[in-house]
Structures are given as structure tokens and as C-alpha cells.
């Protein structure tokens, strides 16, 4: 597929644009020619950082607002031709801990922005970010589509309700629809300061200044791990390919364990040091314990899989956070 003629002088709208994926997409749809807004609440307990949107922020419309907020939703949908929908929290913790935010980021705010594109831009394409998440404990490995869905947190279960909302309005009003269930997936402008969102980004946090990385458990729980500009292409083939339409895929890639991901990170930075720690209770209870996914669905039908090694991708991203980590920290 041809992405630079799919997307130039397309109208796009990106929620959740000013976190670290909504920020490496609208690079990318900028490097596309496209004409881009963005749409963040710049919630502390997210991935929102201003210092994301450096050096493009004069070629992108910022909106600050929440995407519950119909008169700012109404407004930037118009003309839109593709609705990049990023937008909610992501914290596993965090939804145990305050799970009625949870619920209004990933339900309640998804349901207002479907019922935006509904009433004014019904012909919008659309792919919403889910989550692995919602498989819970994996029955068998790999993971693929057919999995049953069950959540061990909130935050699963309000994506999974998010991402089930989306394939209602495909299937009841012929909107175009598509899910992408993410994994574990890291890269340039991440959250790093705090381990709220995802282990990568606290494990960047502590080799970068000189502490020791801190693996649950053994270390033998396996992962497969996404490079951002990888989920970016995931994002851009299915917005622009009617095969798409109303359905929910899998990303992925080679598995590894978490004690090897750990080695790696620890090579390709050329030092540091880690401790094996017992699961915290708060985290052990929610844990899935292994998975990787069967992406082999999305892989035949649209011709996606990963690219980027995890070497690779870690030493792209080391680099960035060594000359930007003030910002981060």
C-alpha cells in the first residue's frame, strides 16, 4: 500500500495525540503530507507531555480538551477523514485504584466520541487502540483473536468495552471501525518518570540513572514487544484499508522473556545492573502471568508485521532519552 497517497492533504484527527504513540503517529502522518489535530486532556495520570509535539507543534492544531466534551468534539470532527482514537488511560494499578476514572476515560468517553462521529462525520475511518489486556491469563499460547476475553483489571475490562463499542457502531450503523489490540509497546517520548504505565518505560527510568532495574518475580514470564513506528504503520494500513472494516486484530511480535529483555536493555545501553524482587501484592493479583500473540491474522489480511528488532529499537530510543531525559524525569 502506497501510505504517502493514501494519507497526503487527507484531514486528520488524532485523540490522545500528545502521548508518546499519538505523538510518533502524527510525525508520521506529517512525513505523509497530511494535515493533522490533535485532541489531549493532558491528564496527569497519562502519557501527555508538550515536549512531545517539539519542533512539529507550529505544523499540528492542538486541541486541549476531553473527549466527553461534545462541543470540542463536534467542532474537530468536521471534514475529518480519519480518526486516529488514542485517547484513555492505560494504567493497570491505577484502574484498581480509582476505578471510576477508568471507567469515564475508557467507556463513557469513547461511547460520547462514537455518538460525535455518528451524528456529524459518520463516514470518518476509524481505528481505535485496545489493549492485550483484555485476554487476561492466557488458556494457551500464542494468543490469537479467538481467545476469550478475560480482563484481571479494570483497565481491561473498560478497553474491552471500549473496543466493543466500536465494532457495535460498525456492525448497527455501518461506520468504519477497526480495533488493533496493542501489546507492550515502547519508544521515543514514552512516560518514563514513574512506573504508572508500563514497565518498559520504569525500567528506561532506572538504567538511565544509574539504578538497578527491578524484575518481578523469576523473570521467566515472556513478552512480545513492539516498537512504536511499528504500531504507527499498524495504525496507518488499517485506517486506509477497507479489510479492516469492523475488526479487532492482534499486533505482536517474537516473544522474550522478561529477565532476557532485561539483559538486552542492559547490553545495548553498555552498562547497568538488575534484582530479581518479589511480585508487590497490588501487582500480583492483576498479573497475567506469560503471553504472546498470534498476529498472524492482521499479517495475512493486511500485511502488517514488526520490522524493528528490539535491539534496534533500544538503542533508537536510549539515544533519544540520554539527549531529552530532563524532560522526562
Request: hydrophobic residues 40%; proline residues 4%.
Amino acid at each position: 500500500m502506497n501510505l504517502q497517497a493514501e494519507y497526503a492533504r487527507k484531514k486528520i484527527l488524532i485523540t490522545g495525540g500528545a502521548g508518546f504513540l499519538g505523538s510518533a503517529l502524527t510525525r508520521a502522518l506529517l512525513d505523509l503530507n497530511a494535515d493533522v489535530a490533535i485532541i489531549d486532556n493532558f491528564d496527569p495520570d497519562g502519557g501527555a507531555n508538550i515536549f512531545n509535539l517539539n519542533g512539529i507543534a507550529d505544523r499540528v492544531r492542538l486541541i486541549r480538551a476531553d473527549i466527553q466534551d461534545e462541543a470540542a468534539l463536534r467542532e474537530a470532527l468536521q471534514g475529518k477523514d480519519f480518526l486516529f482514537n488514542l485517547a484513555g488511560l492505560m494504567s493497570h494499578v491505577g484502574s484498581m485504584a480509582n476505578p471510576f476514572k477508568d471507567l469515564a476515560a475508557n467507556t463513557i468517553g469513547h461511547l460520547h466520541l462514537l455518538e460525535m462521529c455518528r451524528l456529524h462525520n459518520p463516514r470518518i475511518r476509524i481505528v481505535y487502540t485496545s489493549t492485550r489486556q483484555v485476554y487476561g491469563r492466557p488458556h494457551y499460547l500464542p494468543v490469537d483473536e479467538s481467545h476469550p476475553p478475560a480482563p484481571l483489571d479494570n483497565n481491561g475490562a473498560s478497553k474491552r468495552a471500549g473496543e466493543m463499542y466500536h465494532i457495535v457502531y460498525q456492525r448497527a450503523y455501518g461506520m468504519a471501525t477497526c480495533v488493533l489490540r496493542l501489546t507492550n509497546t515502547y519508544g521515543e517520548r514514552m512516560r518514563i518518570k514513574d512506573d504508572k504505565l508500563n514497565f518498559i518505560g520504569w525500567w528506561l527510568q532506572r538504567i538511565l540513572t544509574e539504578q538497578e532495574i527491578q524484575v518481578f518475580g523469576d523473570g521467566s514470564q515472556v513478552r512480545d514487544i513492539n516498537y512504536a513506528d511499528d504500531v504507527v504503520r499498524a495504525l496507518l494500513l488499517c485506517a486506509a484499508n477497507p479489510k479492516a472494516e469492523g475488526k479487532i486484530y492482534n499486533l505482536g511480535a517474537e516473544p522474550i522473556s522478561l529477565l532476557d529483555f532485561a539483559k538486552l536493555m542492559i547490553e545495548v545501553n553498555g552498562g547497568g545492573s538488575l534484582k530479581m524482587i518479589p511480585f508487590p501484592e497490588n501487582r500480583k493479583r492483576i498479573d497475567i502471568g506469560g503471553y504472546y500473540a498470534d498476529y498472524s491474522l492482521i499479517k495475512n489480511e493486511i500485511g502488517w508485521s514488526p520490522k524493528i528488532s528490539l535491539r534496534e529499537g533500544l538503542a533508537r530510543t536510549l539515544a533519544f532519552y540520554r539527549e531529552n531525559k530532563e524532560r522526562y524525569l
